[in-house]
Structures are given as structure tokens and as C-alpha cells.
């Protein structure tokens, strides 16, 4: 059960795209399209962003986008706002019924 | 609107026992899996365990298993972990979360608002 491998900050400016990685092996992210990504303000629960890779729930913005190539899923926000700035994890299924998560990337808009 | 009320936090010593519920309301709750998932201070967040639909089967994080226990019960949609054996590093802020899908899914689309349990001397 070891965590996913995350950048621990990105900093971008208002109005940037910025891109954060989340890197895991070939028995989570390698071997199912199960990636999520959350949102974490200071002292509130994580807001689900990203469902099995690329899907947004329906009141979260197009601004926010997920991908994935072999082992690496990737966020990327388009168009950076003060509000974006925030803590960021990805999650991914891990077998055999388990959720591994990322540390968590801190993104600053400068 | 789907709610998720955390309750049963507090402090306690190491090698004592807490019992956490989450009363969940919103939602058709028995067609969905349920899940734990904890936020230790200034730390990212960590899965600790998760209850199937139906069928109701336990899972959990390696350092957790034989200490802890879920159940749920369909007819009082609440969700509960059992905590015995515990230690300094169980120590954060427990999250009730619902699965995103009736199929399982494993992304969490709604949240309570935490419950801190601390485990010091």
C-alpha cells in the first residue's frame, strides 16, 4: 500500500495552466482507469475534481482536466484562479479492494 | 442533498478504543460502498478501510487490520469503525466518504466533515 508519487508544490500565475503529476505503478494506475483527484482547502474535507481518469462531476469546471499515460495520471488546471490555490491529491483503485492516495501537491498562485 | 455526519471522536491512550459513526442521509445508502479514510495533522490523506454494498464485505489498510472493524446497517444508514489497539500513529482526522458508484468505483463524491481522533499519553 504505498502512496502515489506526487510533487509536493506547483506555483503558477493567475490566468496559467499549470499540470500536476501522480505517479504509481503498474498494479494501480498502470492497470486501471480508476484515478480520482480532490481539492483540499485549509481545513475543509477534500471536494472530488476527477473520476476514472478524465471525468469531472457535474458542477466542477472544465478548467479542471485529468489524464493518464502507463503509470503516470496527471491534473492539469487551465486558467489558474486565486481560488485554486489549495491542496491537491490523486487517488487511485489498488488491488485487491483497496484506495492508495498521493502525498499531496500544494499549489500556490503567485 | 447527501450528508454524512462523523461522530464518536476524541482522545484516548494508546492501547484504548474508540467507536466512530457516520450517519448518512441523502442517498439510497444500501447501494452503495462506504469508506474511512483519515488525514493524520498536516499530512495527506490515507485509506483505512471499506465496506462493500450488499454484500457488505470489510477491507482495510495492512496497519489497521485486527484492530479495526466496519459495519453498516442498511436500516439505520449508518456506518461504523470499531477501534481497539490504538496507537500514537492512528492519531487524525477520520473522513466518512460514499463511493461515486452504485458499481464500486473507488473515487469518493461526498465527504463528512471529519472527526479527530487523538491517541497520546
Known amino acids: 500500500q504505498s502512496a502515489l508519487t506526487q510533487p509536493a508544490s506547483v506555483s503558477g500565475f493567475p490566468g496559467q495552466s499549470i499540470t500536476i503529476s501522480c505517479t504509481g505503478t503498474s498494479s494501480d494506475i498502470g492497470n486501471h482507469n480508476l484515478v480520482s483527484w480532490y481539492q483540499q482547502h485549509p481545513g475543509k474535507a477534500p471536494k472530488l475534481l476527477i473520476f476514472e481518469v478524465t471525468d469531472r462531476p457535474f458542477a466542477i469546471p472544465s478548467r479542471f482536466s485529468g489524464s493518464k499515460s502507463g503509470t503516470t495520471a496527471s491534473l492539469t488546471i487551465s486558467g489558474l484562479q486565486a481560488d485554486d490555490e489549495a491542496d491537491y491529491f490523486c487517488s487511485s483503485f489498488s488491488p485487491p479492494h483497496n484506495v492508495v492516495f498521493g502525498g499531496g501537491t500544494r499549489v500556490t498562485v503567485l | 442533498e447527501v450528508q454524512l455526519l462523523e461522530s464518536g471522536g476524541g482522545w484516548v491512550q494508546p492501547g484504548g478504543s474508540l467507536r466512530l459513526s457516520c450517519a448518512a442521509s441523502g442517498f439510497s445508502f444500501r447501494d452503495y460502498a462506504m469508506y474511512w479514510v483519515r488525514q493524520a495533522p498536516g499530512k495527506g490523506l490515507e485509506f483505512v478501510s471499506a465496506?462493500?454494498?450488499?454484500?457488505?464485505?470489510?477491507h482495510y489498510r495492512d496497519s489497521v487490520n485486527g484492530r479495526f472493524t466496519i459495519s453498516r446497517d442498511d436500516s439505520k444508514n449508518t456506518v461504523s469503525l470499531q477501534m481497539s489497539g490504538l496507537r500514537e500513529e492512528d492519531t487524525a482526522v477520520y473522513y466518512c466518504?460514499?463511493?461515486?458508484?452504485?458499481?464500486?468505483?473507488?473515487?469518493?463524491?461526498?465527504w463528512g466533515q471529519g472527526t479527530l481522533v487523538s491517541v497520546s499519553s
Open positions: 466518504v460514499k463511493d461515486g458508484n452504485t458499481l464500486t468505483g473507488f473515487y469518493f463524491d461526498n
Open positions: 465496506i462493500t454494498n450488499y454484500g457488505a464485505t470489510p
